[in-house]
């Protein structure tokens, strides 16, 4: 990657490049995206408060999202973890993971949980090789849930 990443807070000018980079994440995976399924994304500002949302970029193209969660006082939940498909294994999701721990500790979280799917292989590597641990496998729902502590 040639440009400097910067991970910054969302704008809701970041809106209409974050939905799509989202959208096509889950339509590779998937093998389709389904906007009635993905409510949130329709007002991302609105679902997730601009301070809870960050955005990765190199230059002046967005190539990653991240968001935080409240769960509880003590707990907050990782969402809508995304790279730009030709921007990945270069770094860029272990940044924004590593900004999202940060961003978590420093708000006095103690604990970090997410989920993703139980056939989404490189996602559960991923998660793996930065620390979480596997707490539930829901094989009926095909969700699978990690959790870090901070």
Same mark, same amino acid.
């Given at each position: ?54 955005? +990765?970029?190199? *230059?002046? =193209?967005? &190539?990653?999202?991240?968001?935080? !969660?409240?769960?509880?006082? $003590? ?29 978590? +500790?420093?708000? *006095?979280? =103690?604990? &970090?949980?997410?989920?993703?799917? !139980?056939?989404?292989?490189? $996602? ?27």
């Amino acid at each position: 990657m040639a440009d400097e990443l910067a991970i910054v807070g969302f704008k809701r000018a970041h809106q209409d490049d974050a939905r799509r980079l989202i959208a096509a994440g889950l339509a590779e995976h998937f093998e389709s995206f389904d906007p009635s399924r993905n409510p949130d994304l329709d007002d991302i500002a609105e679902t997730y408060g601009c301070e809870n949302f960050f955005v +990765a970029f190199a *230059g002046d =193209t967005l &190539i990653g999202t991240g968001g935080l !969660v409240r769960e509880n006082q $003590a707990d907050c939940r990782i969402v809508r973890m995304s790279v730009e498909s030709g921007q990945r294994r270069a770094g860029i999701g272990t940044a924004i993971l590593n900004h999202l721990i940060a961003v978590a +500790a420093s708000r *006095g979280y =103690t604990r &970090i949980v997410l989920e993703t799917t !139980v056939d989404w292989h490189r $996602a559960r590597s991923f998660y793996r090789a930065n620390g979480f641990n596997v707490v539930d496998i829901d094989e009926a729902r095909g969700e699978i849930n990690f959790e870090r502590a901070l």
